[in-house]
């Protein structure tokens, strides 16, 4: 257990344990006013990316119910994940779930999510130092993550914890990914 604090609270981060919490919903959700526009252009050289941040016309907000897949804490493909979190009156409130890319020695962060009424406290940043701690201890040699290029917050977020863009995928979620402002963005910290 580790103790946070805030200005306004104190909170315990606790470890959440496989045989209680395997199967919990992560109920991500997020409302954007601006994306990454990705842009793929095959040139007679090679190929040019180029990812520019762009208004959308009008907020997109992105909720749990959506996805034929929701979070969750412990997937079964995850078979190394760990995870931490806050829990209050028996509720999680945030969570961290990490897990290790055991053939490239990377350890990836699968879960990151703090409840809409806990947001700018500073408890997302306390979680990633458990990943960072995670990954100094185990001596990796990188931490990694993946979000969309339309969760511009998050990606400020990672970008102020020290990330930065390391690659994408134009057809991780569907096949449109491209035209939807939703590619999926892999991002990280080297370590040496």
């Known amino acids: 257990m580790r103790q946070f604090n805030t200005e306004r609270n104190t909170y315990d981060i ?10 919990t919903p992560i109920p991500m959700r997020y409302t954007a006013t601006e994306y990454y526009d ?3 252009e095959q040139t007679p050289k090679g190929f040019q990316v180029t990812l ?21 804490l412990y997937q079964e ?20 779930e990490t897990c290790p890319e055991e053939w490239s020695n990377r350890l990836m962060v699968t ?4 409840h809409e009424d806990y947001r700018r406290q500073g408890i997302a940043h306390a979680l990633m130092g458990l990943a960072k701690e995670q990954v100094q201890r185990e001596n990796r040699r990188a931490l ?9 917050e998050a990606i400020a977020f990672y970008m102020q914890e020290g990330f ?3 690659g994408f995928d134009a057809c991780c979620y569907q096949n449109r990914d491209l035209e939807r402002k939703e590619v999926r963005l892999d991002l990280g910290i080297l370590y040496n």
Do not use: R
């Open 14 to 23: 606790i470890p959440l344990p496989k045989e209680k919490w395997q199967g």
């Open 38 to 40: 990705v842009a793929i």
């Open 52 to 72: 520019e941040k762009k208004p959308f016309p009008e907020p997109v907000s992105h909720v749990p119910e959506e996805y034929d897949f929701p979070d969750k």
């Open 77 to 96: 493909h995850w078979e190394k994940a760990y995870a931490w979190g806050i829990v209050k009156e028996g509720e999680m409130i945030a969570c961290i």
């Open 111 to 114: 879960e990151l999510w703090v």
């Open 144 to 152: 990694i993550l993946e979000t969309q290029s339309c969760n511009t």
């Open 164 to 166: 930065t863009l390391i």
